[in-house]
């Protein structure tokens, strides 16, 4: 191989790990915001009024990063030429990382952080769906058998998912990444700005975060 095809494979490989690695991050970090009940426990074994302001602070903290990391990859992948190098489930990723996106916009700018707030259950359920949608993708597309396995066992049915709706399927795979682009890439560009606003806005005024 020339160092050309291997700097190739190698950005390959380490972009595909980076997405299987954010739907990870994705499931990690509804898992963090669900299990609320499992926080209020632990809180009993802190003695100090600190430590339990410290651990409140850290839940919503580390939930928000993951999110943010799942965001950024997503917006990172949805691009044509990532698309057409690396296996990404279309429109099911794309789609995820919207719902992802609003619920961090929820979460980050409308008070969707504080249990109280009705945005923290809307915030839930966004990511709750993301999930599924990424799950889905990755397990019925993604991970779909390959060439080897439905050359001994041919099945209709993976192969119509794996040509039209992997993206790096040609050509009909790479039509659907091509329409999943022209659609969800301008709709994550009003989610960015939407936030941008938000967050200038408060700036500007100099309030905090609606409770």
């Known amino acids: 191989m020339s160092s ?7 950005e390959i490989w380490t972009l595909q790990s980076l997405l299987n690695i954010s739907i990870i991050v994705g499931l990690l970090a509804l898992g963090l915001i669900i299990i609320q009940g499992y926080y209020n426990s632990l809180k009993t074994y802190l003695t ?5 302001e410290l651990w409140n602070v850290f839940t919503v903290l580390l939930a928000d990063i993951f999110l943010v990391i799942v965001v950024i990859i997503g917006f990172f992948v949805l691009n044509p030429d990532i698309m057409a190098d690396i296996k990404v489930a279309v429109p099911f990723v794309p789609i995820a990382t919207i719902l992802f996106a609003v619920a961090l916009i929820l979460r980050l700018f409308y008070g969707g952080h504080r249990q109280n707030n009705p945005n923290f259950r809307r915030a839930l359920w966004l990511m709750f769906w993301a999930n599924l949608i990424n799950v889905i993708g990755f397990s019925l597309i993604m991970e779909a058998p390959g060439r080897e396995y439905l050359s001994i066992h041919p099945s209709p049915f993976w192969t119509f ?11 009909y795979g790479l039509e659907t990444a091509q329409t999943t682009f022209y659609i ?6 009003g989610i960015f700005i939407w936030g941008f606003a938000r967050s200038m806005s408060f700036l500007k005024s ?5 409770e």
């Open 206 to 210: 100099g309030k905090e975060i609606e």
């Open 48 to 52: 100090l009024r600190v430590s339990v």
């Open 4 to 10: 050309h095809e291997i700097a190739k494979a190698m």
């Open 184 to 189: 969800c890439f301008p709709i994550l560009l």
């Open 161 to 171: 998912l794996k040509s039209y709706f992997l993206s790096n399927a040609s050509p």
